[in-house]
Structures are given as C-alpha cells and as structure tokens.
C-alpha cells in the first residue's frame, strides 16, 4: 500500500506541477502555440517578421555653390566700320548723272565711275580714321596719279558715329580712263577689305582692229636707231615710231583718218601747235581689207621723252581701237 500510494502521489504531484507551470505567465513557451497564435505572429502586424526596409541609395554631396562673375559685353566679331550699301554710275567731273545705276557702262561713254556706299559704325564709339579706295584694272594694276597716297587710290578721311553716305569717283572729263574689261573697286579700313564691287566697261565693235603693232626709236628718216621693243634709252630717243596692221572687220572699204594720242606718265597728252583737237596727231588711211601704217612722234634733236611709262592709243571713227605702252628710263 506504501509503495502504491507514493507512486500516486509522485503521479498527482507531477500533474499539479504541470498545471502550474502551463498557467503561469512567462512559461508558455513552453508548449507549441495554438493554431490562432501562429496565424497571429504571420499576419502582417508583427514587425518583427517583416523584411527589414531598403536604404534609400546615398546621394552624392551637392557640388559648392560658386559665383560667376559678370561675362564682359560682347565685342563685334566683324569689323569695327562695314559697309551696307554700295551703287555705281557713271557721271561727269561735275557729278552729274550720265547712267543710272548699274555695273556695266559702254567705253564710249564713260567719264567717271562714281560710287555711293554707306558706312555703318560697330562699336559704340565714335570712328575715326581712313577709308582707302583701290580702283584695280582689269590687268590687276592699281590706278593712281601723283596725288595718289601709297597703295590707294585715293582715301576718305571718315568720322562716323552711326552711319553716312560717303561718295568718291575716278575717271577723266574726255573719257578712256577705264579700259575695256571688268574693273573693281575695293574699300580698306584699317588694314582690312571691308568690301569689293566689281563693274564691266564694254567696248563696241570697230570696224578696224589693230591686228599687230610694234616700236622701235629711230630718226626722221626712218632710219632705226635701235631694236624693236617696248624700252627705250631716254638719252638716245629721237622718235618713238609703231608700225601698225590694221583689218577691216566689214566688207565695206574704210576711208578716213586714223588719230593717234601719245600720252605721258602724267596722263597728259603730247600735242603741238599742229596737233588737232583731242589727239597727238591723225592721218588718212584708206583700207578695204588690211593695210599698213606707221608714224611716229618726237624731236631730232632729241628731248621729247622723259623717264617713265607712256601709252599710246589709236582712234578710228571717235572710237578706241587699240592701245598699246612702252617705258623711258
């Protein structure tokens, strides 16, 4: 009985321990969660089971704020003076119209060719200076005379705070300053084209041309005195004679009088008191297909000529038919 009654004792003490624990707080843990504690700890509330939350990606440090200074104002990438407007006419030494404006003038009846242009000022202060003018021949030689300054033409001595109309011309009041062939006028400011017009003198068609011509120096006999060319000795100049073939370009005999100008390095023509009007001296030529002529001009005793270019030009019917030049040195 002893031995039975203790077992039962052990037995109920166990289950009473049992009891104990599973009701006391903090001991659960002991036994498997029921079937609503376990939906429980899974149903999103716990945050303990949720995925720990990314990290937003590090952004870089903001670079330091710094301040511009203030860009400089522009300056104009062209030049300081342009050129906005340029026409060309051809008038008489008084500037009076002769043509409307255009870039392309009959030879007869060229006296000047003038231009008007219009130069704008591109900075904002008052310019100053000289605008230089090339008139360039159509054999790319610059015109000029003795006034002329170095490597123009002529300038214009400009002041311009915005803009003005700045007129110039060149030529002769009995024409022939402007051969036949394309001609430009170019405007220089400080060194630099600025801006170029182009024009054309045409000649019209002469009845006579000049098919071949050359020089020699000889005496008033004919007889040379030296070699044909186109330079001459000043000290041993008699005259300076051209041997001339003309072609009759029509199928009509050409009777008349062919003048001749000699002209000098100063663009003065060579006259005396027998010369006719205009010319250095003429002489009848009657050709019905080709013809020769020659002539000459100078002194015996010598003297005519002094150093420097000179130009001969032949004229048949008021029109200029050929021209040729030769050197004094």
Do not use: C
């Not at 060229?110 to 003018?133: A, H």
């Not at 186109?230 to 100049?237: A, G, H, Q, S």
């Not at 009657?286 to 030009?313: D, H, K, L, P």
């Amino acid at each position: 009985m002893k031995t039975a009654t203790t077992g039962f004792q052990r037995l109920t003490l166990l289950v009473l321990f049992a009891l104990i624990l599973n009701l006391t707080p903090g001991f659960g843990g002991f036994f498997p969660p029921s079937p609503v504690q376990a939906a429980s700890a899974t149903d999103g509330t716990d945050d303990s089971v949720r995925p720990p939350a990314e990290e937003p990606p590090e952004e870089p440090p903001a670079p330091p704020v710094t301040v511009r200074p203030p860009s400089p104002p522009a300056q104009p990438s062209g030049p300081a003076l342009s050129i906005t407007e340029v026409r060309v006419r051809n008038e008489d030494k008084e500037g009076n119209a002769l043509s409307d404006y255009k870039v392309s003038f009959d030879y007869d009846e060229t006296r000047w060719i003038s231009y008007y242009i219009r130069v704008v000022n591109n900075t904002d202060e008052r310019l100053q200076g000289k605008l230089g003018v090339r008139y360039i021949q159509p054999d790319g030689k610059l015109k000029q005379n003795s006034k002329s300054p170095a490597g123009f033409t002529f300038e214009h001595n400009v002041n311009v705070a915005n803009s003005r109309e700045i007129t110039g011309g060149w030529g002769r009041a009995s024409g022939g300053s402007f051969e036949p062939g394309r001609h430009r006028i170019e405007f220089w400011w400080e060194g630099k084209r600025i801006h170029q017009v182009t024009f054309a003198v045409n000649a019209q068609e002469a009845p006579l041309k000049i098919t071949a011509l050359k020089l020699r120096n000889e005496m008033n006999d004919g007889t040379p005195l030296s070699d044909y060319g186109w330079t001459f000795d000043r000290e041993d100049i008699q005259y300076i004679t051209f041997y001339a073939t003309l072609a009759n370009t029509t199928n009509q005999p050409q009777k008349g009088q062919l003048s001749v100008k000699f002209i000098g390095p100063d663009g003065v023509l060579m006259r005396s008191s027998n010369s006719p009007e205009g010319y250095t001296f003429s002489q009848n030529i009657n050709i019905v297909t080709v013809g020769n002529v020659t002539n000459g001009w100078g002194r015996s005793t010598g003297g005519s000529y002094s150093s420097g270019a000179y130009r001969i030009e032949f004229w048949w019917d008021g029109k200029r038919i050929a021209q040729t030049s030769f050197t004094v040195k």
